[in-house]
């Protein structure tokens, strides 16, 4: 079995990181609760939202993301017994391909070179299975597909959902 | 009918530049034609191997390649009647990650971010063609495939082949 893992809000905590960013610069106290159902930047003032959008073409913002708890040790559970790559829409953001690479080789190395993919559309990816946390993704790929939690995407209905890594292990392990 | 398309040696002269770079460092002569059925590095004294196989690695090397004869306009055309993407499998090289993103803005920017691919294994590609110089990924291609001729390859029998973009022109257009 062939297995698809996306990297933000999957393996990679960036939504954590752009509320802490937030919070950070703007002096607030935006918790993940309270944008339940949106983007980080629907959640700020409208004069915030551009420096919000801003974050991801940022050098540095990708390279110390805060790593979403036992994703590291199930997936390299997981990694023993299917074919698993990383599938990161990342060409959006060229800023951040080498900062992921390096993220990867800091706490996902045993996941090799050759089974890591930055792309754009998910859909041309050949496999039996992609955990992913958004639905467009979802949506269009030719396999089983696991939404993962994140705070934008708790109201989203339709789709076999794994709210932590261990209800991942629970299903695939 | 979806396409992929590599870029090293079929969009971009990666194997000319390895040879310019070579005979520049060591005021060498070496022409295309003395490497015909190999790699740059194994046409060079093997004092000067090591330092061939550094190219790649090496930061800048991505970012002026000559553009192969023709393949913009044929790709732009092409682009017009089939879904075209892009497939490098740069992941072996981080520091060519953004190189290669932005050599895409610069020469081939009718090619959206959502249909660029920087990978390592091709097989997990779902499409229809497959145009490539190395043999290994369009083996393992689940679809048609096209050899495009490099120096390296052109000893190797056994697919359809393509000698210049023009030649793809007559193929696919």
């Known amino acids: 079995m062939t297995l698809f893992v996306d990297m933000d809000e999957v393996l990679a905590d960036t939504y954590q990181a752009h509320i802490d960013v937030y919070n950070s610069e703007f002096g607030a106290s935006l918790t993940r609760e309270e944008c339940y ?9 409208e004069e915030h939202q551009q420096s919000v959008r801003q974050h991801a073409h940022t050098r540095g913002f990708f ?21 698993v ?16 690479s390096d993220w990867l080789d800091n706490h996902f190395s045993f996941i090799p070179w050759q089974r890591r993919i930055l792309c754009g559309y998910k859909h041309i990816l050949k496999g039996d299975l992609l955990i992913d946390d958004r639905s467009y993704n979802l949506e269009r790929f030719n396999g089983k597909t696991i939404l993962f939690t ?12 794994a709210n932590t890594w261990l209800e991942i292990a629970d299903k695939l392990l």
């Open 150 to 161: 994140s705070p934008h995407n708790v109201n989203t209905k339709g789709f076999d959902r």
């Open 63 to 83: 390279k110390e993301l805060p790593v979403i708890e036992n994703s590291s040790e199930v997936l390299e559970q997981l990694n023993e017994k299917y074919k």
């Open 37 to 45: 159902g949106k983007e980080v930047w629907q959640c700020v003032p």
């Open 85 to 100: 790559y990383i599938a990161s829409a990342a060409m959006q953001f060229p800023n951040s391909l080498e900062e992921k």
